[in-house]
């Protein structure tokens, strides 16, 4: 059971390495310079983490619940706006987008991580828990939305959002190498979006 205190000081450690790792990346971030941030010892900081990367992991989760938190309500939003089924999904499809990372600095911290659990055993299981966790929330909203135009999926809600967040992370990564396509968002994406769904029977 986590005791007020405790949960305090994890609360306190989450947020101070939350910027410490958007300000030096995961690699270049001390313990040390999380937990001055956090105005705590050492001891205190592996009382409640295993490790840096057991931290980021909580860092993770919490960011990406908050990710689809907000994006649940603009998505509910959007449905309200119009009868209008494509101008939604264009809608959705943006919202989906700009949701998945709220920044350049957060994608290339999740990219970072990625690299080191795909190195590290230890941190496959845990990191593919905590990318199944983000996308079953995405699916769960993609699947209220649908559920509200009177459509279904055409494949599986996982392969939905998978394909979904294949795409902003090319859309997102072209962006950073220079190449502006504002199709991607505009078009690209909907029609992909579109392609997934079906009336209802």
Known sequence: MTTRRRAETQRRL????????????????????????AGFTRGAFYSNFDSKEDLFLAVYREQMQ??????????DDAAKSSDDVTQVLQHAAVLFMESLT???????????????????????????????????????????????????????????????????????????LGEQDSRYVTDVIPRVFASLVTREN
Request: glycine share 4%; proline share 4%.
């Open 102 to 176: 709220s920044d350049v600095t957060w994608y290339l911290l999740n990219v970072e991580f990625r690299a080191q659990a795909l190195r590290q055993p230890e941190l496959r299981a845990p990191t593919a828990a905590a990318e199944a966790r983000f996308h079953d929330g995405l699916a769960e909203i993609l699947l209220g939305l649908l559920n509200k135009l009177g459509l279904r999926l055409t494949v599986e809600p996982r392969s939905a959002v998978d394909t979904i967040v294949a795409l902003y992370q090319t859309m997102l990564e072209r962006s950073l």
């Open 14 to 37: 989450i947020d101070a390495a939350y910027e410490v790792f958007c300000e030096l990346g995961i690699r270049d971030a001390p313990v040390e310079v999380i937990c001055e941030r």
């Open 66 to 75: 908050e990710r689809v938190d907000r994006l649940r309500a603009a998505v």
